[in-house]
């Protein structure tokens, strides 16, 4: 929770820069370590934001010129998400919904696509880490799934996610490795149960 707080405080002062700045579609932002002293953020943090950014197809960086603003106030999936979002009631348990729909498909597609050297990793890290944030967990099954598209929807549901009021759900490092061990069988109906059992979801 503590990670998403500072992404979001650097992409409301990011975009309060570039109004500021006059900034508009096609124009070079300041570099990574410029916006770090300008923001006041670690260097780490703002790359993430950035990286973030640039998957949404807000900003893309151009090898050797830098990085620059692709339809960054303009952007009508956001505006449209934010207008929806906080006008109806339903809505905000459909962005729960969706997410959860999201992350039961690319762990369907991870267990395709992943590779048993992929997968140790995963389980390695997942069982030496300090403690496992449920957006760190779940952005590495994305990147195992390769989907970009479900990433991005993945991005922008989770950012709309954290910023309602649901109750923070502290996650058991037990159930990530429960649901780990199911991929890692390859299992399906095992993988699907073991994420319920994390979320704590009815079958549905």
């Not at 959860?100 to 696509?113: G, K, P, V």
């Amino acid at each position: 929770m503590k990670n998403t707080k500072v992404y979001l405080e650097i992409v409301k002062q990011l975009r309060e820069m570039i109004t500021i700045d006059g900034l508009k579609t096609g124009d070079k932002i300041p570099s990574e370590r410029e916006l770090s002293e300008r923001l006041n953020f670690g260097r780490s943090s703002v790359r993430e934001a950035l990286r973030a950014l640039e998957l949404l197809g807000l900003i893309e960086t151009r090898r050797g010129e830098g990085t620059f603003i692709r339809d960054f106030r303009g952007h009508q999936l956001v505006q449209l998400l934010s207008t929806f979002i906080l006008q109806d009631e339903k809505a905000k348990r459909d962005v729960f919904e969706t997410k959860n729909f999201i992350e039961m498909d690319c762990l369907r597609l991870a267990l395709q696509r992943i590779d048993n050297e992929s997968m140790e990793n995963l389980i390695e890290w997942a069982k030496k880490t300090n403690s496992i944030h449920d957006d760190d967990f779940f952005y590495r099954i994305m990147e195992m799934a390769d989907n970009h598209l479900f990433l991005r929807m993945w991005l922008i549901l989770k950012e709309y996610y954290y910023s309602l009021d649901f109750h923070h759900v502290e996650y058991r490092r037990e159930d990530y490795l429960l649901l780990l061990e199911a991929l890692a069988e390859k299992d399906v109906v095992k993988t699907l149960s073991a994420y319920r059992k994390l979320r704590n979801l009815s079958v549905f």
